[in-house]
């Protein structure tokens, strides 16, 4: 049987470091976490005339996380405190997860992915959220990624529930941003102590997945079991 082939969106790097010229980037782990559970990662170079190509090809979605924030005129709001915005990448995939959902190809967000995911629903962004001056968690974790800092609490009536049966597991926290108004068909399936979004779900979807955390680590066996899950879902047709 064919491996689904998973669609991964790419970091996008000025020249500098690697290269003097453009550079793509992705972390290891996000391809290593495909393969892992039975798919083949595609990395996706920021094409938007193959938006419909790509849409052809690929069986699942992953929307990758990076060192930059969604710009926030994409959901209304002027720029407070956002960070370094990467539009051409942004529009690419917000261009490409909207095709996805509209022939339901399953999605599944990582860290900016997922507030990606809401902004493309019609959601907006916490643009950070040590501004808010409210007693939160420290969710730019200092410890190394491959580690947990804090606990997320699971909904029930969740597809995220029913995958990992727990009341909550601790997972890693690399964000100062996070969802705050929930897009159309977008629940939440888990919370921080303090209140902030960590996870969501299009109602509306075959398999429509964001989570605030790293999962593609593989640090618990809730990590893995949501990558099975995703990549199950990939596979009926
Ligand atoms: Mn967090």
Known sequence: MKKPIIGITLDYEKPGEYSKFPWYAIRKNYLQSIEDVGGFPLPLLHSLENIEDISNIIDGLVITGGNFDINPS???????????????????????????????????????????????????????????????????????????????YIEYNTILHKIIRKKFIDVNSAHHQAVDKLGEGVI????AKDGIIESIEGVNYRWCIGVQWHPEFFITRADKLIFLDFLKNCTIK
Not at 88 to 114: D, H, Q
Not at 188 to 191: A, D, N
Request: proline residues 2%; charged residues 20%.
């Open 74 to 152: 994409l959901y209304g709001d002027i720029n407070n405190n956002s960070r370094d915005n990467k539009n051409l990448r942004t529009t690419f995939e917000l261009a490409l997860c909207k095709k996805c959902l509209a022939k339901n190809i399953p999605i599944f967000g990582i860290c900016g992915g997922e507030q990606l995911i809401n902004v493309a629903l019609g959601g907006t962004l916490i643009q950070d959220i040590k501004s808010l001056n409210l007693k939160t968690l420290e969710h730019e974790q200092l410890s190394p990624r491959n580690q947990t800092s804090h606990k997320v």
């Open 188 to 191: 939440v399936s888990s919370k």
